[in-house]
T-cell receptor, first 113, second 114 residues
Framework: KQEVTQIPAALSVPEGENLVLNCSFTDSAIYNLQWFRQDPGKGLTSLLLIQSSQREQTSGRLNASLDKSSGRSTLYIAASQPGDSATYLCAGMSGGSNYKLTFGKGTLLTVNP | KAGVTQTPRYLIKTRGQQVTLSCSPISGHRSVSWYQQTPGQGLQFLFEYFSETQRNKGNFPGRFSGRQFSNSRSEMNVSTLELGDSALYLC?????????????FGPGTRLTVL
């Protein structure tokens, strides 16, 4: 059974800082790993998708890496801005033919001006 | 291209009632999945539909059911509502079934059970 853990649960940083969010998963037989952003009371916005055959993906100031052997993924945010404040969720797609997304509990990020 | 839409956005019901939530996927997407989000349990998978067939099901009681129509729109139904069913219900669509596909989420339906 896949379990996804995100550390830290909350993070507060000053504007401009580079930061790393961590995600670990127990089942390395994942199809892909996806990072999402969720603003309060809203749905999920897909940020980056890393297929199991890939090591990393980049989009603008965001870079996500995937290490299946260690069961870890990281989301790197460069030059953080107050608008980056949100909850960041990682989710692994696994389960063989009964595949589904298993989510971590998220990291609440606050970027202070 | 329009994103995933969910209706209604907010619902208030009382215990024992039933509720139906609707999800319209991104145009061309044929897979729709449903998730429940609560502060205590986080996001949990309910079920997935593809081509009008339920492909996968999470660990929820039979009070939770769903269906998908020929135009890929999906509905989920919760019968005999309990206080613990209060949650944000999210649906996600992807272009086709299969574990490697990117999931795109709608804004959710906030259900409050009194």
């Amino acid at each position: 059974k896949q379990e996804v853990t995100q550390i830290p649960a909350a993070l507060s940083v000053p504007e401009g800082e580079n930061l790393v969010l961590n995600c670990s998963f127990t089942d390395s037989a994942i199809y892909n790993l996806q990072w999402f952003r969720q603003d309060p009371g809203k749905g999920l916005t897909s940020l980056l998708l890393i297929q199991s055959s890939q090591r990393e993906q980049t989009s603008g100031r965001l870079n996500a890496s995937l290490d299946k052997s260690s069961g870890r993924s990281t989301l790197y945010i460069a030059a953080s801005q107050p608008g980056d404040s949100a909850t960041y969720l990682c989710a692994g797609m696994s389960g063989g033919s009964n595949y589904k997304l298993t989510f971590g509990k998220g990291t609440l990020l606050t970027v202070n001006p | 291209k329009a994103g995933v839409t969910q209706t209604p956005r907010y619902l208030i019901k009382t215990r024992g009632q039933q509720v139906t939530l609707s999800c319209s996927p991104i145009s061309g997407h044929r897979s729709v999945s449903w998730y429940q989000q609560t502060p205590g349990q986080g996001l949990q998978f309910l079920f997935e539909y593809f081509s009008e067939t339920q492909r996968n099901k999470g660990n929820f009681p039979g009070r939770f059911s769903g269906r998908q129509f020929s135009n890929s729109r999906s509905e989920m139904n919760v019968s005999t509502l309990e206080l613990g069913d209060s949650a944000l219900y999210l649906c996600a669509s992807s272009s086709f079934a299969g574990g490697g596909n990117e999931q795109f989420f709608g804004p959710g339906t906030r259900l409050t059970v009194l």
